[in-house]
């Protein structure tokens, strides 16, 4: 069974500092996915990875796959209360046909 | 609006009561799935289906069944809840050749 796990588990920060969520496994993956949830809703796909080394930006956010595809990291500069909320990873080996192993998450509160 | 639609949203049962949990997508996607999170557990599997026609077990299958009504639609059935399937159930989809999950809202579903 391969395992997805996220650390830190519970981050809370002032709105403006910079953090980093990482997602560790010990499984190689052909793609790697970060989604983040609100309250009473459904994850919301945020960017996909699927080069070992792989950096791609969304705005504020940074995020990039191991060399050896087995983790990832996401960075947010100067976060904002807008970026509360739930965010997990999920690893992925059969594009197209998904069966996506989920992380454990990362809930983040930011403080206005 | 296009999506993966899902209901009841809230639903509390009784311990050996049955239920079904209705999925619906609109964007023809070939994939779908039945996801069921918990508290310090990410996103657990229950049952996928490749394609219309087909469905396998997931990570956590016992206790459920599933029914891939047409491309559209895919089911879960609890057909004697137990206290250990409260819990908030998702409902999955995605297209062949792409990455990345679309979600539906959740089934929020105590079993007391």
């Known amino acids: 069974t391969q395992l997805l796990e996220q650390s830190p588990q519970f981050l809370s920060i002032q709105e403006g500092e910079n953090l980093t969520v990482y997602c560790n496994s010990s ?34 956010l940074t995020f990039q796959f191991g060399d050896a595809r087995k ?7 100067a976060a904002q209360p807008g ?11 059969n594009f197209g046909n998904e069966k996506l192993t989920f992380g ?6 930011i403080i206005p | 609006n296009a999506g993966v639609t899902q209901t009841p949203k809230f ?13 619906a997508q609109d964007m023809n996607h070939n994939s779908m799935y039945w996801y069921r999170q918990d508290p310090g557990m990410g996103l657990r599997l229950i049952y ?21 009504l047409n491309k559209r639609e895919f ?9 250990s399937q409260t819990s908030v159930y998702f409902c999955a989809s995605i297209d062949r050749g792409a990455y990345g999950y679309t979600f539906g809202s959740g089934t929020r579903l105590t079993v007391v």
């Open chain 2, 48 to 68: 996928y289906s490749a394609s219309e026609g087909t469905t396998d077990k997931g990570e956590v299958p016992n206790g459920y069944n599933v029914s891939r």
């Open chain 1, 27 to 60: 499984s190689v993956f052909s793609s790697l996915q970060w989604y983040r949830q609100e309250p009473g809703e459904g994850p919301v796909l945020l960017v996909t990875v699927v080069t070992g080394g792989e950096v791609k930006k969304l705005k504020r």
């Open chain 1, 104 to 109: 454990t998450g990362t809930r983040l509160t």
């Open chain 2, 11 to 23: 639903q509390v049962l009784k311990t050996g009561q049955s239920m079904t949990l209705q999925c």
């Open chain 1, 71 to 77: 983790d990832s990291s996401l960075h947010i500069t």
């Open chain 2, 75 to 83: 089911s879960l059935r609890l057909e004697s809840a137990a206290p």
């Open chain 1, 83 to 93: 970026d509360t909320g739930l965010y997990l990873c999920a690893g992925g080996n």
